[in-house]
């Protein structure tokens, strides 16, 4: 499998009763690319994320990660420990921070990683710091979520990701819910991973974000992939004539 695509969606299809949210997907990431999907809402942005692992299980079609079929059709026993297995490799951060609100930094860091890959306290309180620091918020480590402001939650979001040594980084509209100023310090934060060639799909509203970070770009509208490529392609030299009326909308929105 070394030849294969490091992520590699083929044939997504999602529909929620009648409603077709996807519609026949098909989407390679190589390791170490920072793909952007950004398009209208009800466009299936999020269901696609999703999919990757298992949250929305597809109607029909694969997802594969590092060689691994993630939706396998197996017995609710096996598909329950195979999936539980996989979605380790894989962090997810929302548009909503998630975490427990009777938990510590600390506390909703160290969770996961003790439970799931059994490590000591002395190990997960060592990680736990490990990923504040790298994220800027080790000095906040045994304040409470209510103690915080959205985008220091939303950094301790991504810290608990990391803290599981994740092969692929999924954002889900992370910034959406933050006050304007909070955006860049959790921008600057994902920028870093970046730089450390962290493989990331990343849902998102900020075109500039988009531009500047990303090595790829989707365009997806009614349940499509209608037009992808570089960030230069896509935002600059558009093909499809949906792609240019959302950008036209969106990049006067943030002029």
Avoid at 20 to 31: C, G, H, P, Y
Avoid at 83 to 105: A, E, K, S, W
Wanted: with cysteine; charged share 25%; net charge negative.
């Amino acid at each position: 499998m070394s030849d294969a695509p490091f992520i590699e969606i083929r044939n997504a299809a999602k529909s929620f009763g009648a409603l077709e949210v996807l519609k026949d997907i098909n989407l390679t990431v190589e390791k170490g690319q920072i793909v952007a999907i950004i398009g209208p809402s009800g466009s299936g942005k999020s269901t696609l994320l999703r999919a990757i692992n298992e949250l929305d299980p597809l109607t029909s079609g694969e997802v594969w990660l590092d060689g691994v079929q993630i939706n396998k059709d197996l017995p609710f026993r096996q598909y329950e420990k195979h999936v539980n297995q996989v979605r380790q490799d894989i962090g997810m951060v929302f548009q909503h921070f998630n975490l427990f609100p009777h938990l510590t930094v600390r506390g909703n860091i160290t969770l996961a990683p003790k439970m799931l890959k059994g490590l000591s306290d002395k190990e997960v309180n060592e990680l736990a710091e490990e990923q504040l620091k790298r994220v800027g918020m080790l000095e906040r480590i045994d304040y409470y979520p209510s103690q915080l402001s959205g985008g220091q939650k939303q950094r301790v979001a991504i810290a608990r990701a990391l803290a599981m040594k994740p092969k692929v980084m999924l954002f889900d509209e992370a910034t959406s819910a933050l006050d304007p100023e909070l955006v860049e310090e959790v921008n600057l934060v994902m920028k870093q991973l970046a730089e450390e060639h962290m493989t990331m799909i990343i849902v998102t509203h900020e075109m500039g974000f988009a531009q500047d970070v990303c090595d790829r770009v989707l365009f997806m509208d009614q349940g499509y992939v209608v037009e992808e490529g570089s960030p230069d392609v896509v935002f600059r030299n558009p093909t499809q004539d949906r792609t240019k009326d959302f950008l036209k909308k969106h990049l006067q929105g943030q002029n």
